[in-house]
């Protein structure tokens, strides 16, 4: 397989076949995001995708799940993404999934139809990060979507039969911003209503124009504690009408909380309040990893 720069992907795309269709992130001015900083973005040729696919195929005896890198490949056009899908499927019958990052907007820019035929051509979810519910974090990360717009296009993309599984940042609107983060996360979560939630806790690449917010004093990181204290907070204030399964165990959190909500929410809160008592149920800062 062929890659240009660094390749990232979500936890559970682990065990996943790696396929780069565009290189870096179309937006890439998120405040805290260093993912991909060391590309300019750009879509990759057709005859190059397919060659990588190709080449897996007569280098891999069984391919089950294959993620479409990089930042938001949902960005492409139908045209330029059915063509890969359409020999995925020629190649890897044993294929049970196909995946993908993709930006609320992508979706949005998308009719109805065009995503039902993403999902009847093989791709059956969507990563979106969604970061905050707060429409004073989304602008002070330059995230370049509105509250609105990320909540319609998690909709979109649930309706077409694609899951959505959507991630949220713990710690991203600092001391001074908590509480609206928290409550406005828990009341987005609720209206957008995904088939998967994530929620990660910030960690700060020195690099990124956040990192100089925190040093100018112009942003206060939250305490482990706070952490867990907004976690608990955002839950207070979910409420989904059908079933989503709730993650927060990456490598940056404090905390393991794994659940379905709404039917282990009280399980979870639980838990936190534990953690709030018990401070040495807190990962120590030396094991956190992005």
Known sequence: MRYEGNIFRPPSEAYSLLVQVTVGCAHNKCTFCSMYKDKKFHIRKLEDVLEDLEWARAHYQRIERIFLCDGDALCLANSKLLPILERIRQLFPECERVTVYGRATDALKKTDEEL????????????????????????????????????????????????????????????????????????????????????????????????????????????????????????????????????????????????????????????????????????????RAL
């Open 116 to 287: 039902r035929e993403l999902y009847e051509a093989g791709i059956t979810m969507v990563y979106m990060g969604a970061e905050s519910g707060s429409e004073k974090v989304l602008a002070d990360i330059n995230k370049g979507e509105t509250r609105q717009q990320i909540i319609d296009g998690v909709k979109k993309v649930e309706a077409s039969g694609m899951k959505a599984s959507v991630t949220f940042i713990s710690g991203l609107a600092g001391r001074a911003g908590w509480e609206e983060h928290a409550i406005e996360t828990g009341k987005m979560l609720s209206e957008m209503s995904p088939s998967y939630a994530a929620l990660l806790t910030l960690m700060v690449d020195p690099s990124v124009p956040i990192a100089e917010e925190i040093a100018s004093g112009r942003m206060e990181l939250l305490t482990p504690e706070e952490v867990i204290a907004e976690t608990l907070l955002m839950l207070k204030n979910t409420e989904v009408t059908k079933k989503c399964v709730f993650r927060s165990n990456h490598a940056s959190n404090y905390l393991s909380l794994k659940g379905n909500l709404p039917e282990d929410k009280e399980a979870m809160m639980d838990l936190l309040r534990e953690a709030m008592d018990n401070h040495d149920m807190l990962k120590d800062e030396r094991f």
